[in-house]
């Protein structure tokens, strides 16, 4: 308890500095600074500063939300987690405007396709959008891998199709096979005015949790490769895919970017720590120690090579900052299980929909 205590004190004097330091660069940056979104603005190149305007809502109200991302009603003792607002360097970030959100994409579709980091930051901008108008009416229907979020007033769709590899995954007498270069469920995509993609954490997977047998590309089957070799190749089906079915005149896409984890505090240099766990603050500055995350690289690469234009929502490095917005023990109320992939809501998902909400509307 004694260790908490010094902890919480030490963390309160941390946010000071990050508040005074963070109200001194704001208004700074109010007087010379241009709205992200504008030419010549990276919105993903900045720094965490703490913000008590912050967060953007309580999950406690969107009864929709998983448990596994509700971490104060779980138990987390500390909300400093919530109260940092992402500045960009030499650019302000629009502010998440759900109301505006919801007037200008009257009758449009959003669709998240991805694993659970989608999940995420549906349930993220779900909650953003269910907040700022309490009192519209809302139907959330889930059939099979598809979830849709409707706002009947505005005629708005926020939906998620759980797909963790893009590519298919069939079931075979050999066994269970991730096809490479087979894209069957892209039919679902068709149509919806925003789509917004996701693959990365599934790739990893090995033992009880890989949700494969075999690995097929062409006529050639595999019992394993290069995870890398083989998301990249994932990824190129993905892209041509996109280039060959999607109208970039009715149509806009967008890559979620790859959501780093915190399993290894080696990454962030921190010689007192393991994992996740009890971490209550960003790294702080811009860069990350460990550096590039290489499956970035990887989505980097393909994207450029790509025909149709596809916006990258480039928030490895902003995620990589954040440590401190994981579930850890508090993803499930207990201490079975360590989550230092997913994040909690409210969190670091409410950036990427702000960046999201200004990709938007710059256009």
Not at 113 to 138: E, I, K, R
Not at 143 to 167: C, H, I, Q
Not at 352 to 362: G, K, R, V
Request: hydrophobic share 35%; net charge negative.
């Amino acid at each position: 308890m004694a260790n908490f205590f010094i902890s919480t004190a030490f963390m309160v004097v941390t946010l000071l500095h990050y508040h005074v330091h963070g109200d001194h660069q704001q208004k700074h940056s109010d007087r010379e600074t241009k709205e992200a979104g504008n030419e010549g603005c990276d919105m993903f190149q900045g720094r965490w500063v703490s913000d008590e305007s912050y967060p953007l809502y309580n999950s406690s109200q969107c009864s929709f939300v998983e448990r596994e991302f509700t971490c104060i009603q779980n138990g987390r003792p500390d909300e400093f987690y919530l109260k940092f607002r992402w500045q960009p360097t030499g650019c302000n970030l629009t502010r998440f405007n759900g109301g505006d959100f919801l007037k200008r994409y009257r009758g449009k579709s959003f669709m998240f396709v991805g694993d659970s980091l989608s999940l995420n930051q549906w349930q993220s901008l779900t909650c953003m959008l269910n907040t700022a108008v309490p009192d519209a009416d809302y139907t959330l229907v889930r059939a099979g891998d598809l979830s849709t979020f409707t706002f009947p007033e505005y005629n708005v769709k926020v939906m998620f199709s759980r797909n963790a590899f893009l590519v298919d995954t069939i079931a075979t007498p050999a066994g269970r096979v991730l096809k490479l270069d087979s894209i069957e469920s892209g039919k679902l995509w068709k149509g919806i005015d925003f789509l917004i993609f996701n693959t990365w954490h599934w790739w990893l997977h090995t033992g009880r949790k890989q949700p494969w047998d075999l690995i097929q590309e062409g006529n050639s089957t595999y019992k394993d490769m290069d995870r890398l070799v083989a998301y990249e190749k994932g990824l190129k089906t993905w892209a041509k895919w996109v280039d060959t079915n999607v109208d970039q005149t009715k149509t806009r896409v967008f890559f979620q970017g790859v959501s780093p984890d915190h399993n290894n505090a080696s990454d962030w240099k921190d010689p007192t720590a393991k994992t996740c766990e009890g971490q209550m603050q960003p790294v702080a500055g811009s860069q990350y120690p460990a550096g590039p995350h290489p499956a970035e690289q990887v989505v980097e690469r393909v994207l450029h090579s790509m025909s149709f234009r596809v916006y990258l929502l480039n928030v490895t490095t902003l995620s990589q900052l954040r440590k401190d917005g994981h579930p850890s023990v508090y993803g499930h109320g207990g201490h079975k299980d360590m989550d230092c992939s997913h994040w909690c809501l409210a969190g670091v998902p409410d950036t990427w929909n702000e960046l999201l909400y200004a990709a938007l509307i710059q256009s």
